[in-house]
């Protein structure tokens, strides 16, 4: 079994501040997982990947998380937010087995004030 | 390249109506699947594929049909639409992959039923 929780529904900063969104996870199965955003009436675009390599990654844009097993967490950050970066950020997370269904969190939406 | 697309983008039904929202790929991939998001819940998945002619049921499978006669396309199908099935539907195709490996997982843009 495997599950995310998005500990902020609602996230707000002012552009050129960090951005800030926690992740937890849990799975049975060595997890991949992904931070993925969603733009007001768009899909989803990958942003970010962890598959077992280096526990930090980096993803487009100028966002980062770093898996940290220890604290079962995988928290999305960036230097300093952008008006475009505006949107709803899912975390996902996917077990390693033949299924490799995606289970993705609540959803953080980031407001970017101006 | 068109990725996924999804048809038709928008879509009203009454109730006890039925109604297919397709789904193509052209990238060859040999996974699909059919999410719905609902305000609060993230993205649960419906159905899914793991190539052509195999299907499975994912977290929400009732009052949902799928069939996968051909690698590119994975229709939904409403038998009965309910209010309860109001909603946006994504489709996502992944390439299939060995345990461990990286999987890039591309979404459709999204059907937005309404059911009354």
């Known amino acids: 079994a495997q599950s995310v929780t998005q500990l902020d529904s609602h996230v707000s900063v002012s552009e050129g501040t960090p951005v800030l969104l926690r992740c937890n996870y849990s799975s049975s199965y060595s997890p991949s997982l992904f931070w993925y955003v969603q733009h007001p009436n768009k899909g989803l675009q990958l942003l970010l990947k962890y598959t077992s390599a280096a526990t930090l990654v980096k993803g487009i844009n100028g966002f980062e998380a770093e898996f940290k097993k220890s604290e079962t967490s995988f928290h999305l950050t960036k230097p300093s937010a952008h008006m475009s970066d505006a949107a709803e950020y899912f975390c996902?997370?996917?077990?390693?087995?033949?299924?490799?269904?995606?289970?993705f969190g609540s959803g953080t939406r980031l407001q970017v004030q101006p | 390249n068109a990725g996924v697309t999804q048809t038709p983008k928008f879509q009203v039904l009454k109730t006890g109506q039925s109604m297919t929202l397709q789904c193509a790929q052209d990238m060859n991939h040999e996974y699909m699947s059919w999410y719905r998001q609902d305000p609060g819940m993230g993205l649960r998945l419906i159905h899914y594929?793991?190539?052509?002619?195999?299907?499975d049921q994912g977290e929400v499978p009732n009052g949902y049909n799928v069939s996968r006669s051909t690698t590119e396309d994975f229709p939904l199908r409403l038998l009965s639409a309910a209010p309860s099935q109001t909603s946006v539907y994504f489709c996502a195709c992944r390439p299939r992959a060995g345990r461990g490996s990286l999987d890039g997982y591309t979404f459709g843009s999204g059907t937005r039923l309404t059911v009354v």
């Open positions: 594929s793991v190539g052509a002619g195999i299907t």
């Open positions: 996902v997370v996917t077990a390693d087995t033949g299924r490799r269904a995606l289970t």
